[in-house]
């Protein structure tokens, strides 16, 4: 990643500034280690102590992370804010599912609409290629590869919005999206047909979204979306018919 030189003065705060950029940006992810301080250095064209103190300055803010003998590392102050407690409300209540998919309902037709009308050439192919794997690792019945592949998706058509206060939120609750989508799957999974459905609307949303059409890629999200909610709506009182059935005859449901 090629990187701007910095003029001499306040060279410690103007890094620190961009590099509080770039991880509001995504360029480095929450979680990530950060480049050596000799990398930096090259890269800004600053002296080490300059990165070191820049360093440090993110450190004091939460955005960085020292670890013992590990380097610095991205924080993630947003997950700490939101998802922490969100997983710990939400944890065990299935009627959640629900409202999580209400939640990615908004999140992902903003995302998809300013994807279309904001979305470089660069974001499409990365998006395009988010897709391509998905469809690979989806041929599987592995659920966790399947979920960490639609959340790529997901990140990337957010990336392609431009919109870094959506980034940042996504960025912030990944871990409790990818436990949702992962638990939608394991429903939808029950129906094979229903899973290549949810595949084909997913490559509608890129389709609208890359021919810049934004009012189709929103709809296309919603379609997508709303689909996965009714089916799983219908698996679930399927499995409760099924689960009374078996408590009729004396057995403990699955």
Known sequence: MALPALKPARLPELLAQQLQQLIREGAFRPGERLPSEREL???FAVSRPSVRE???????????????????????????????????LLSGDHEVQFDLLEF???????????AALRGTDADFARLRDSVEQLTADGRSTDVATEAAAVMVF???????????????????????????????????YQKPE?????????????????????????????????FIEETMLVLDREQSRQDRALRRLGQEPR
Do not use: W
């Not at 300055?57 to 991205?74: A, I, N, P, T, W």
């Not at 919005?161 to 871990?175: P, Y």
């Not at 290549?196 to 379609?223: G, T, W």
């Open 41 to 43: 250095a090259q890269r």
């Open 54 to 88: 820049a360093i440090q300055k993110l450190e004091q803010q939460g955005l960085l992370l020292r670890r013992q003998g590990g380097g610095s590392f991205v924080g993630d102050p947003v997950a700490d804010a939101l998802a922490a407690p969100l997983t710990a």
């Open 104 to 114: 990615r309902l908004g999140l992902e037709q903003i995302a998809a609409y300013y």
């Open 194 to 226: 229903v899973v290549e459905q949810v595949r084909a609307h997913r490559r509608l949303v890129l389709e609208a979204i890359v021919m810049r059409q934004a009012e189709r890629a929103r709809e296309a999200v919603l379609r997508h979306l709303s």
């Open 154 to 188: 997901i990140e990337r058509m957010v990336e392609a919005s431009h919109n870094l206060v959506l980034l940042q939120v996504v960025l912030g609750l990944r871990g409790l999206l990818v436990t949702s989508i992962e638990h939608n799957l394991q429903t939808l």
